[in-house]
Each structure stands twice: as C-alpha cells, then as structure tokens.
T-cell receptor, first 110, second 113 residues
Framework: QKEVEQNSGPLSVPEGAIASLNCTYS??????FFWYRQYSGKSPELIMS????GDKEDGRFTAQLNKASQYVSLLIRDSQPSDSATYLC??????????FGSGTRLQVQP | NAGVTQTPKFQVLKTGQSMTLQCAQD?????MYWYRQDPGMGLRLIYY???????DKGEVPNGYNVSRLNKREFSLRLESAAPSQTSVYFC????????????FGQGTRLTVV
C-alpha cells in the first residue's frame, strides 16, 4: 500500500462547477497535510495546508481533513480553465519526510 | 530573496557519466529534500537531510549520493548515470517545524542517453 494515494484522473469538470479531489494516507501518526498545484513543466506550488479535522477555506479552495478515516480532500468552487493542472496531495508524518501522492490531473472545460 | 535555487536547469548526460546537481536555499531552513518526478509518478523522495550533518535515504535512493555541505547547500550526485535516471529533479527546503510547507526549486530536467 502506498503511503499517499490519489486517483490519477483526469478529472474533467465544466467551467463554473465544483471540482472535488481526494487523497488517502496510511500513517495514522501524520500531522500535516498539504495540497500543491503543479502546472506542466513547473514546480509545485502550495495552495492549501490543513492540520486539524474539519474544513479550511481560502477563497475558492476548501480543504477537508478526516483523521479517523485518513482522508483529505480539496474542493475547488467556480472552477476556471486556469485551474487545469495536476494537484498533488502531500502528507508529513511527524518528523518523517514529506511524502507525496502521484497527483490528480484536473481539466476544466470552457 | 531567491528562495531555493537549483543548478543546472537542463542537462544531457551519456550513460556512465557522473554529475552533481546543486541546491541552495537562503531561508535558513533546517531540512532539505531531493525528489524525482517521472510522468504519472508524482514526487518520489530520493534523499533528505533533516538538519545539517545528517542525511537519510528516501523511497528511491539507489544510484544516488548526497552531501549536506552546510545549512544552505544540499547536493545530489549521480556517480554513473543510467537511462532510468532520466527525470525531473526537484530540491525542496522545509523549516524544522512540523507545521510548515515545503519550498521548491525550479527543477532540473535531466536526460541520460
């Protein structure tokens, strides 16, 4: 079992819709959770971090964490074509190294 | 404020050649990481350094060596390059606290022929 699992996609949504991206992790001791966006040929850039159970909202983005189910999600409201990218889920299990999932490719159709 | 700087940006090697990828950060972070990214594989950890003077293997360390030269610099060396090492390499730095994100360099695109 991989430490961090994501559906590779592509996830295709129409412009203006809600995109829902999911991630599961295996280490129950994990404390920090991140969503990165990566455009083709570019470095990953942080869009959300979450550390406690519940929802965290930042503009059009909402991160959701459920430690009991070992599940992290990212919702993107009012999706725009510029949101088309690969979204990487990352988990930091305490003092161990930051571990990434394989990423979900999102396509927003105009 | 440069953040995390990687050199070179692009490199073509012949099988069996050696090279060192350089990474430097100016944010006074304790931890530094080397990842490789292959199509559809996300970021896979090669080696990391939790603090100056320490290094640890990650998920895919074979064929690589690292040096944490000082707090700012963390280099990755390929002693005898193989086509399987064709990839994009990212260096990242993280403050020592658990609750902070990684800052990435711009990446090095390496092709081994």
């Amino acid at each position: 079992q991989k430490e961090v699992e994501q559906n590779s996609g592509p996830l295709s949504v129409p412009e203006g819709a809600i995109a829902s991206l999911n991630c599961t992790y295996s280490d129950r001791g994990s404390q920090s959770f991140f969503w990165y966006r990566q455009y083709s040929g570019k470095s990953p850039e942080l869009i959300m971090s979450i550390y406690s159970n519940g929802d965290k909202e930042d503009g059009r983005f909402t991160a959701q964490l459920n430690k009991a189910s070992q599940y992290v999600s990212l919702l993107i409201r009012d999706s725009q074509p510029s949101d088309s990218a690969t979204y990487l889920c990352a988990v930091k299990p305490g003092r161990r190294a930051l571990t990434f999932g394989s990423g979900t490719r999102l396509q927003v159709q105009p | 404020n440069a953040g995390v700087t990687q050199t070179p940006k692009f490199q073509v090697l012949k099988t069996g050649q050696s090279m060192t990828l350089q990474c430097a950060q100016d944010m006074n972070h304790n931890s530094m990481y080397w990842y490789r990214q292959d199509p559809g594989m996300g970021l896979r950890l090669i080696y990391y350094s939790a603090s100056e003077g320490t290094t640890d293997k990650g998920e895919v360390p074979n064929g690589y060596n690292v040096s944490r030269l000082n707090k700012r610099e963390f280099s990755l060396r390929l002693e005898s390059a193989a086509p399987s090492q064709t990839s994009v390499y990212f260096c990242a730095s993280i403050p020592s606290s658990v609750y902070t994100e990684a800052f990435f360099g711009q990446g090095t695109r390496l092709t081994v022929v």
